[in-house]
Each structure stands twice: as structure tokens, then as C-alpha cells.
């Protein structure tokens, strides 16, 4: 690359700086715009293009200075003050992080870039004290389906429970016994609490990943259940829509007493029931799998009432829905290995993740043109979230998503159809015969999935045999140091016989909800797996799964002859430490550093490793083909 040559008019090097930025030559617009602000250190212009430049440059560390002096000089454009806050998100200074992209949203609350920020960052904040701000940001994506909430779950109930307005809800998370909880809840005193927007819109959009909250939801909906007369239901129909919705996407992880289960079992042998016992019933079993289903459309219909609707919508129309979708999918081969069988029937019974919307990807203009006639392989596309972000950031190019269970599929085709995505076609079968597809790949994307198989890395040579020569793959794989306290959990499940059915994970769940804090065991309660049946099954439970460290996957990728692109964590912070303690290695992707690292902070990749590989000789570690420029994949 020639170096730009210095510029003794500002406003030339202004022009060149802004040209080689928009060119994608990154380093020849930051040195243009340093020599600018050599001449007008305070030129917004050149702020810009500098801090942007080294953002996309991976130099977030560098670009935040630059950043926060253009804030100041333009303190109303908030475009630049959300920029600031993604940086500070990914230097792991997510205090100053949420400050900027809360306010963002505030100032513009239908951008949704901005939002999908905020959620990105609050999926790391827990508040230990009441923030006006940040509630009323939250409240304004609550509001928005279009948007994927889970990660802010969080942060949702650490702000409920210092709320002010709450006060009543949070005090009975201090009840120890049933008894108490019972000498202290009424429905009279409790409705306005309940019913408020904040706390049900939470419910139908996140999952409650915290144990004294869910144990407080579990009294809640059983003493409404049992105790409360017609019009104290009636009363509470918001909040149990709310909560129903709640059960359902959690999939009915929660504890039923015998008690319980009779009354539902009463409940669910009716034809017909009113809608606050209707709404009960949705909290303890899938709507669509009672008998009078059908009618229920039909009264949700005559009542107008939109929460009614939606849970209806949810419950009974969707699932119907998919069961008519199965019979629409095409396949490719047998599947015959045995582990692959097993596999299958795990997420026929137990699809996974489901899923509300997908962020919006913040794909440039161009992206169609790029990667018009590419062809994409999503391999172990499950329930298909993965698969519709894919098919945003790749809006030209036809991409296939294969996966072994058909129930995953058709919640996929359906979330999918309902977002108009259209350039995905969704197979089912086994990775393993992938060949007889017939069909070469651009670029393929593998998350989760490897490490499910009977042998991963036969897995990952039969996708390399299926990769165009200048294609590029995108890997997920679990870490043996991140995930050691699962494997100690998962060793204990089989010796002490539990099995992978509700009943089965619901007992364990039980067992390490009352172990002591200090217990090692405990800290998975605070992943939000734990959380619903088919994530707790995956991670618990899973009839399949093998572990590696970064020179275990060193040696797989010289034994494939493949080379290493790009390596990360999506931990906050995690590739700035690792350019701050290895600067010599920019492209980031020595293993034996990123080994050691990860031995001196052992969660660094609870989220999964996350690699970027080509076959060996295609292109530099660092470099990627003009097609994938622009989209973040590490």
C-alpha cells in the first residue's frame, strides 16, 4: 500500500480522508485525517471519519478519545453519541455504554439501530439501583416486537426490583415459605403492581433468568390458580397473559404441586371455560393442546381484548400453523448414524432456541450487489434465528439451512415466512450427507453444531469438501475450560440416573437451585439456559457433546489444511485484552496466545469460540473476500 502523501490544504486532505473511507482503505483515510486535525485539531468532519475508521479497523480503544471530543463539539447528534456507546460496550465499560445508548433511544425512539445497541449492551448490566433513564428506554423496546429481547432479561428484573412503583412485587421475594408468601399477597393490593405495562410486556418478551424471581412467579401463579375468586382473576388478566406467555416460551420449566395439577387436569377436561380460567390453563399447558382449542379462537375473537389475542396467537395459531408446515419440507439423504438419530429425536421433542424477531443487521446498501448469486450453507440451521440474520446480511445470494429435526424446521419456515424473508429454502438431514445436495458453497456458517456430532471433526471435513475453493466458513465451538462446571453437572446428572424428560429436568433444576452460593455447580443457575426446558436440555441434558481448548482446534484446522481468519469471544472486552497483552499479533488469531489468555480468565468463552476459516492458501489471516466486508461475524 503506498502511503498518502502529506496535504498542506486542509480541506484536500478533508476530501481525501472522506474518499479513501468510503473506499474501504481505512489506513490512508486515518492518516489523512490526522494531518487535518494537525492544522484544525477540533474539525468535526475529520473527528468523524478518524474515529469511524479506527472503529472499523478494530482500534475501538483508540477510537473512543476521538469520539468523545466530537460528542462535545456536536453534543445533538446522537448518531455519534450511539457510535461512542457500542465502543464503550466493546472496551467492556458498559456503565458509560448504557448511559449513551439509553439516552440515544430516548431522543429517537423508532431508530433501530439504536435500540438493538441497547439491548446488546444491557445483556451485560445488572442495575443495583433505580435508573429513570434506562426503565423508560427498556420500556420503549418492550413496546417493540421487532426486536430480539432476550438479552436484556437481566437487566428488565434487577431494574423491577429496585423500581419504586414495584415496591409490593419485590418485597415478596423476601417470603422464604409458602405460608408467608400467602400471609402477605393479595390480589387487591397487588393488581395495579401486576398489570403494569413494564412487568407484563417484560413477561411476554423475555425469559426470567433468576431464581428468586422465578420462585416468586411460581406462587404467583399458583395461588391465582387455587385461591383467587372469578373477579380477582378477572382483575388480573393482563398480567396472567403475560404470565401464560411467559410459560409458554420457558416451556413450562416451572414447578407444579399435585395440588395444581388437579385443578388443571379439572381445568383442561372442560370444552369451554371463561377467559381468565382459559388464560390459567395457558400458564400450566399449551393452549393448542387442549380439546377446546378451536373454541377459544373463537371467544378470543368476540372479546377484543388484544392480550386475549395475542396469547391465542402465540398458543394455538402458531403451533398449528408449524404441524401443517412439517408436511411442506423437502430432505436429502438417510439419516443413519446413530448419534445423529439421537440428536434428532432430542430437538424433534425439544426445538431450540425459540425466538421473536431478529436484530437488525446493519447492512450497507450494497450488500445485494455484493453477494448477488452467492450460495450459503447454514448447517444446523435449528429453529432458524441464525439463519434469517444470515439471510439479511446475504440479501443476493440463496441460502440453504439444513437440519436433522423437522419440528426445528417448521418453526424456522414459519418465523421466517412471517419476517417475508425469501431467499432461504430449509432441508431436512444429516450434515454427514451433505455431498448428496449436489451443491458447492461460498460461504457456510456451522453454530453449535460440530460439537453435537459423533465425530466433529469428520463433521467439518465433509462441510470443507462442500466449500467453493475461495469460500470461507464461519465455526462455533464449545470451550472445555469455559464450560467445566457443565461438564462436572452433566457427569453428575448420569450418575445419579436423571433423565431428559420435563419431569426429569425439572428435579434437577430443583437440586442445583438449593445448593449453597459457594457450590461451583450453583453458577449455572445464572445462565439463561437454565431457564426454559429445551435450553436446559441442551445444556444439561444433550445425548451429545465434546469440548476443546484452542490447540485442540489448532490441530484440527492444520489436520483439515485450513487456515485461521479471525478468532474471538463475544465477551466485552475480550479481543481489546487480547490486543493489549499479544499488540504484535493484529489479526488476532495466535492460538497459543489465545490459550493462554483464556487459562487466566477461564469464562472468557462461555459464549462459544468463534472462528473464521478458509482452505489453506485462499487468503491472509486478517482478510476476507470483498462479499464479507462489512458484516460482523467474530
Known sequence: MTLPHLVENHESALQSAEVCFAEGRFSEAESFAQQVL?????????????????????????????LTRLSALEPLNHEVHAALGESFMQTGDLAQAQKLLANAVLVEPDNQ???????????????????????????????DTGLQHKTMARAWLSMLLHDPSMKTLS????????????????????????????????????????????RLFVRLRRSVLLEASPDEKQSLLPFLCGLATQCFFNEYVFDVSGEEQEKVEMLKGMKQLNLADMVLLGCY???????????????????????????????????FEEEALKKTLESFGVIEDEVSKAVQEQYEENPYPRWAAIAPVGISDDREAKTRGLSVLVAGCGTGHDTAITAKAFPGSDIVGVDLSSSSLAYALRKTQELAVSNIAFKQGDILKLAQMGKDFDFITCGGVLHHMDDPKAGLAVLKDVLKPDGVM??????????R?????????????????????????????ALPDDDPMKALTIFTDFYSLSEC??????????????????????????????????????????????????AAVNLDNWHSLEENNPDLFRQMYALLVCKKGQFRPGETPEWLQGVRLI
Request: with cysteine.
Open 113 to 143: 439501530h439504536y435500540k438493538t445497541l441497547f439491548l446488546q449492551c444491557l445483556y451485560w448490566v445488572e442495575y443495583n439501583a433505580y435508573d429513570f433513564a434506562a426503565k423508560e428506554a427498556m420500556a420503549v423496546c418492550l413496546m
Open 285 to 319: 399447558l399449551p393452549l393448542y393442546q387442549w380439546e377446546g382449542a378451536s373454541a377459544a379462537r373463537e371467544h378470543a375473537q368476540d372479546s377484543g381484548d388484544a392480550d386475549i389475542a395475542e396469547l391465542v396467537r402465540v398458543q394455538i395459531d402458531e403451533p
Open 537 to 586: 436440555r441442551d445444556m444439561l441434558f444433550h445425548v451429545q457433546e465434546h469440548r476443546f481448548n484452542c490447540l485442540e482446534i489448532k490441530t484440527v484446522l492444520d489436520e483439515l489444511d485450513l487456515d485461521l481468519l479471525q478468532f474471538g469471544s463475544k465477551e466485552p472486552g475480550a479481543k481489546a485484552q487480547y490486543q493489549q497483552m499479544f499488540p504484535d499479533d493484529v
Open 38 to 66: 494537525q492544522m484544525e485539531p477540533d474539525n468535526s468532519q475529520a473527528l468523524c471519519v478518524l474515529g469511524n475508521a479506527l472503529r472499523l479497523m478494530g482500534r475501538v480503544a483508540d477510537a473512543i478519545p476521538c
Open 485 to 513: 462446571n457443565i461438564a462436572a453437572c452433566q457427569e453428575r446428572i448420569k450418575e445419579e440416573g436423571y433423565e431428559a424428560t420435563p419431569e426429569g429436568i425439572r428435579a434437577f433444576r430443583g437440586v442445583l437451585a
Open 474 to 483: 464461519r465455526l462455533e465451538l464449545y470451550s472445555k475450560i469455559a464450560r
Open 171 to 214: 418485597a415478596l421475594l423476601t417470603c422464604e415459605t409458602v405460608h408467608d408468601f400467602e400471609q402477605a399477597f393479595s390480589v387487591g393490593a397487588m393488581a395495579e403492581a401486576l398489570n403494569d405495562d413494564f412487568l407484563t410486556n417484560g413477561l411476554k418478551r423475555t425469559i426470567i433468568p433468576h431464581l428468586p424471581f422465578e
